[in-house]
Structures are given as structure tokens and as C-alpha cells.
């Protein structure tokens, strides 16, 4: 054979090697190994216990349900049913201990992250009702005409407090 083909796969062997010769230093020896023998396992077996220990930050509509049972129905039967609960009030990990209330984010923002108007026609995302943040009622916060929790039923009652949650709260302990 010519040179100008060994030497390409004497490079490709070498760096074959290498990796073979580099692998025992560089993986932890209980990686993919079971009680089954060796498993192609994308964790080490002696860090089982670390991930038993790992706290749940996101805890999902399940755990809310309970505690807000009204809200939770309310949720359920709108057009909000296929979003978790925090992915509007933030990561439920301790609550209620701590923090003892979740957010309730009341901000313009909060809602165009998802329903401001994008001409996406190959995604779901056409299929979300959206506005024109610059057109539609701009500088009026969206929950004081709609209810986030029933986005279809009757709006809350005006005028909106920021003190009270405008009857969309939900009746929660």
C-alpha cells in the first residue's frame, strides 16, 4: 500500500489507542458496572445513593392538586390544562414550608411568553392563541380581563387589586 493510506490509518489506530489506554484513567471504575456485570449504564454504580439523596425541585400539577383542589379543576377543564403549575409560579420544592406562598406573577411579560403572536405554521406554537403585545390593551396587566387559572370563563371581577388576586385564586388552604 501507498503512504498516503497507511498514514491516515496509522493515525486512526493511534488515536484508537489512545482512547483504549486513556479510558481506565478517565472513567470511574464503577461506571456501567452492575450486579449483572458490565451494562452500558450512564451512571457510576456507587453514586446510586447520591441520586436517592438528590432533592425534587419540580414536583409537577400532582402535588398541587391536593391542597388546591378548586383551582386545580378550574385548570384542568381551560386551555392551561397541559401546563404545570410551575412553569407560571416557580419551582414548588419546599413549599408550602418554604417559601410558605408561591409567586403569582401578574406581569405582561409573564403571559406574552407564550401568547405573543408567532407565525410559526410547521409547530404547535400557531395553534396557541396569541396577541400583538404593541396593539392589544398594551400597558394593562392581561389578569386584570383574564383569569389565568379559567382563561375561557368569565373574567375576573374589576377593578383587579394587587392585594387580593381578583377571584381566580382558587380556593386553596
Not at 413549599?95 to 411568553?113: I, N, T
Amino acid at each position: 500500500m501507498k503512504s498516503h493510506v497507511l498514514r491516515p490509518l496509522y493515525v486512526v489506530l493511534a488515536i484508537v489507542a489512545g482512547i483504549f489506554l486513556a479510558r481506565p484513567f478517565i472513567v470511574p471504575a464503577d461506571f456501567g458496572v452492575h450486579e449483572s456485570g458490565y451494562m452500558y449504564g450512564w451512571y457510576r454504580k456507587g453514586n446510586e445513593e447520591d441520586w436517592k439523596n438528590f432533592k425534587i425541585k419540580f414536583k409537577t400539577r400532582e402535588y398541587c392538586k391536593d391542597c388546591h383542589p378548586e383551582t386545580y379543576s378550574s385548570v384542568m377543564k381551560s386551555p392551561h390544562s397541559i401546563i404545570h403549575c410551575e412553569n407560571c409560579h416557580g419551582l414548588a420544592a419546599d413549599h408550602p414550608e418554604d417559601p410558605a406562598k408561591l409567586s403569582v406573577p401578574r406581569q405582561r411579560e409573564h403571559c406574552l411568553r407564550c401568547h405573543s403572536a408567532l407565525p410559526y405554521p410547521s409547530t404547535g406554537r400557531a395553534s396557541i392563541r396569541g396577541i400583538d403585545p404593541d396593539e392589544h390593551n398594551t400597558g394593562v396587566e392581561c389578569v386584570s380581563c383574564h383569569s389565568p387559572h379559567s382563561p375561557v370563563s368569565n373574567p375576573p371581577s374589576p377593578p383587579f387589586s394587587k392585594g387580593g388576586m381578583g377571584g381566580f385564586e382558587g380556593g386553596g388552604r
